[in-house]
């Protein structure tokens, strides 16, 4: 069976909420939480949202702010755009790329929200897991690529020496 890795608090490296600067299609974001609920925004339609939310440092201000826009968008659209924010923060974020890979390849990384059954476990009446924990999914999968890219590098290397 494997190890689980359960994050919750906005302490924790992995939580949207952890602040970690970081730099998308030009503009400057001081949490993933910003980028996902500004970007829900304009998707939405909402552009004076979007600037609300952008002007909004608190993430948990964000977060309310972003439930109150109607994102008409399917599962594909709104994980390709956490997945561009949960990018940009683990690989322009050293400390936080550092943690994510930390994290053994074969641990399941868990969002412990008892209230999100999207992107977290939505824990209920005796703890049932009714969650689809897709935010814990993301980070697998980006753990995996990061993985795969320092794989790749070292290959690379190893190669050059031999060709020097």
């Not at 608090?9 to 993933?32: C, E, K, Q, R, W």
């Not at 939480?33 to 829900?40: C, F, I, N, V, W």
């Not at 994102?71 to 400390?95: C, I, P």
Request: with cysteine; glycine share 6%.
């Amino acid at each position: 069976m494997n190890a689980v890795h359960y994050f919750r608090s906005y302490l924790d490296p992995l939580s949207n909420h952890h602040f970690a600067n970081m730099v998308i299609d030009g503009d400057t974001y001081p949490h993933v939480e910003q980028y996902y609920q500004r970007e829900k925004a304009f998707r939405a339609g909402q552009p004076d949202m979007a600037v609300k939310i952008k002007f909004t440092g608190d993430p948990r201000k964000c977060y309310r702010l972003g439930q109150e826009v109607v994102a008409l968008w399917d599962s594909s659209e709104r994980e390709e755009v956490m997945m561009k924010g949960l990018r940009a923060k683990f690989t322009q974020n050293k400390h936080l790329k550092k943690a994510l890979m930390d994290i053994h390849r074969d641990v399941i990384i868990v969002f412990d929200n008892m209230y999100d059954e999207y992107w977290g476990t939505g824990l209920r009446d005796g703890n049932v897991w009714a969650g689809h924990n897709r935010l814990g999914v993301l980070l697998m999968r980006l753990r995996d690529e990061l993985f795969e890219l320092r794989l790749r590098e070292e290959m690379f290397e190893i190669k050059q020496q031999h060709i020097i």
